[in-house]
């Protein structure tokens, strides 16, 4: 599997954006798709995950009620909708992939559980 991300940019704090997370290679059903986020100087932390498999999702407490993530499966795309940005929401976004053995495993957070990662996208929010 390899993750490409795409749509950062720069905007405004108010403003929306909408990440894409295209998928390539050989996608198991079993697999967890989640997007994460780094601020220079702080370590990697969780925003959200999805499961290929279903519709349940997963989001950090930071974030939920703002972002959505959601999946097409017929573009092997997953996506992170941002609303109402933030100046703190300014970071590098990647998503990764995680696979797993059951096709309702519970969610992690833990960046060490996903094994595959894309390249990050830059998103900065002024305020």
């Known amino acids: 599997v390899q993750l490409q991300a795409s749509g950062g940019g720069l905007v405004q704090a108010g403003d929306s954006l909408r990440l894409s997370c295209a998928i390539s290679?050989?996608?198991?059903?079993?697999?967890?798709l989640g997007w994460f986020r780094q601020a220079p100087g702080k370590e990697r932390e969780f925003v959200a995950a999805?499961?290929?498999?279903?519709?349940?999702?997963y989001y950090a407490d930071s974030v939920k009620g703002r972002f959505t993530i959601s999946k097409d499966i017929t573009k092997n795309t997953v996506y992170l909708q941002m609303n109402n940005l933030r100046p703190e929401d300014t970071a590098l976004y990647h998503c990764?992939?995680?696979?797993?053995?059951?096709?309702?495993?519970?969610?992690?957070?833990?960046?060490?559980?996903?094994?595959?990662w894309g390249q990050g996208t830059q998103v900065t929010v002024s305020s």
């Open positions: 990764a992939a995680r696979p797993t053995l059951s096709l309702r495993l519970t969610f992690s957070k833990e960046v060490n559980n996903y094994k595959t």
């Open positions: 290679g050989r996608t198991s059903s079993k697999i967890h």
């Open positions: 999805i499961r290929w498999y279903d519709d349940d999702t």
